[in-house]
């Protein structure tokens, strides 16, 4: 069986790297860097990072570019940005290519993700390995089971307040991720930083 392959894709008919999925305040696009643009080297050091095992073990590539560097010692991330090798595109317009023969719109993913990042974990829509299927229980059927007979409810109880705190605890640390990703993302394009207002008008006296 062909091995998953996270983080690559199709921009029409273009392989890609999705570096960011999503950009902040502007969800409809993503940020990708088109493979047959990379020249060399460059090209080995950046598919070397996604196809090595911290890049794929990664929920998204960008933090492990932003911490690796190329063999002339540049941050992978800022040369990609520098070089002008990230183009902004549609995100309607990319799907990830986990599997040679399969393909899944970025649209989706993302939109799965958030659902899962609000607190729910619907069944994905897209192919999967049955195996992965049969092992996999969300929270939603956990809590949906009743209590079996005999069970000590309190132990349930404290049991499932646990999860929850965990499940808070997950829910901070994605945000402040978020909030990390964003910070990030505005200091390699700061024309994609939300525009201030003008502010309140100055009193007449």
Do not use: W
Request: negative net charge; charged residues 30%; aromatic residues 2%.
């Amino acid at each position: 069986m062909a091995q998953l392959l996270k983080h690559v894709g199709l921009y029409g008919e273009k392989p890609c790297v999705i570096v960011f999925r999503e950009l902040p305040e502007e969800p409809e696009n993503a940020l990708i860097c088109i493979s047959n643009s990379l020249e060399g080297q460059l090209h080995d050091d950046v598919m070397s990072v996604v196809d090595s095992q911290e890049g794929q073990e990664s929920n998204s590539i960008s933090d492990v570019l932003f911490r690796r560097r190329l063999s002339d010692g540049e941050n992978m991330l800022e040369a990609l940005h520098s070089r002008k090798k990230l183009t902004k595109v549609p995100v309607n317009m990319v799907t990830l290519t986990p599997l040679p023969n399969q393909s899944v719109p970025l649209e989706e993913v993302n939109k799965e993700l958030k659902q899962i990042e609000n607190g729910s974990n619907p069944a994905l829509k897209t192919e999967t390995d049955p195996q992965v299927l049969e092992s996999t229980t969300t929270t939603a059927d956990m809590l949906g089971e009743s209590v079996p007979e005999g069970e000590d409810k309190d132990a349930v109880a404290r049991n499932l307040l646990t999860q929850a705190e965990l499940l808070e605890e997950d829910a901070k640390a994605i945000m402040a991720d978020a909030e990390a990703k964003k910070a990030e993302a505005y200091n390699i394009a700061p024309e994609l930083a939300p525009k201030k207002g003008p502010g309140r008008p100055k009193k007449v006296v």
